[in-house]
């Protein structure tokens, strides 16, 4: 029985080394960029990593199921946590999560912030050609996204006279 329990088991400290290394890997990946996981904020890669961790520790080491489900639901609990406050204080969700980056303004390059985000402009340019971007004068604004995505706005096309909204740039920064 004691594969499901174990009075041995290390529960509080687990409860608070679930928290340490969360903190750490958010930390740790806001300092190293947005691209170097790309679709995960900071917060969705540490949640991952940890997750992935205490699954492969409990099923390949002498820790028992108990000591790994205490660690996975502490960390369930901390994202509903965070999430709760994050609703509530917004500068906590800017602690968490890097905001997105303006690669683009227009039709000018703003090098400033490739550099800053670690993307040079060949990689640039290739998600101009996936957007079929045909000429600089379609772009209105190119966006590193808090995902490590990029997204390219166009001008719109045909008649009407539709200028980008502001609301779509509003939480992006224009300096690093």
């Given at each position: 029985m004691e594969w499901i329990y174990s009075i041995n088991d290390p529960l509080i400290e687990t409860l608070a080394?679930?928290?340490?290394l969360f903190i750490v890997i958010i930390v740790i990946t806001r300092i190293i960029g947005l691209r170097s996981f790309a679709k995960f904020t900071a917060y969705d890669f540490a949640f991952t990593i940890a997750i992935g961790s205490i699954i492969s520790s409990t099923l390949t080491s002498s820790t028992s199921l108990t000591h790994g489900a205490v660690a996975i639901a502490s960390l369930l609990v901390l994202t509903y946590i965070f999430s709760f406050l994050q609703k509530k204080f917004s500068f906590i969700s800017s602690i968490i999560s890097n905001k997105p980056l303006l690669l683009m303004k227009g039709k000018t390059?703003?090098?400033?912030?490739?550099?800053y985000a670690r993307i040079e402009k060949p990689q640039l340019i290739a998600k101009l050609r996936e957007?079929?971007?045909?000429?600089?004068?379609?772009?209105?604004?190119?966006?590193?996204?808090?995902?490590?995505d990029i997204s390219v706005l166009h001008k719109s096309s045909g008649s009407d006279d539709t200028s980008l909204?502001?609301?779509?740039?509003?939480?992006?920064?224009?300096?690093p």
């Amino acid at each position: 029985m004691e594969w499901i329990y174990s009075i041995n088991d290390p529960l509080i400290e687990t409860l608070a080394g679930s928290l340490i290394l969360f903190i750490v890997i958010i930390v740790i990946t806001r300092i190293i960029g947005l691209r170097s996981f790309a679709k995960f904020t900071a917060y969705d890669f540490a949640f991952t990593i940890a997750i992935g961790s205490i699954i492969s520790s409990t099923l390949t080491s002498s820790t028992s199921l108990t000591h790994g489900a205490v660690a996975i639901a502490s960390l369930l609990v901390l994202t509903y946590i965070f999430s709760f406050l994050q609703k509530k204080f917004s500068f906590i969700s800017s602690i968490i999560s890097n905001k997105p980056l303006l690669l683009m303004k227009g039709k000018t390059i703003l090098y400033d912030n490739l550099k800053y985000a670690r993307i040079e402009k060949p990689q640039l340019i290739a998600k101009l050609r996936e957007a079929n971007v045909l000429d600089f004068n379609q772009i209105e604004a190119v966006v590193l996204e808090s995902t490590g995505d990029i997204s390219v706005l166009h001008k719109s096309s045909g008649s009407d006279d539709t200028s980008l909204n502001n609301v779509l740039l509003e939480d992006v920064r224009e300096k690093p």
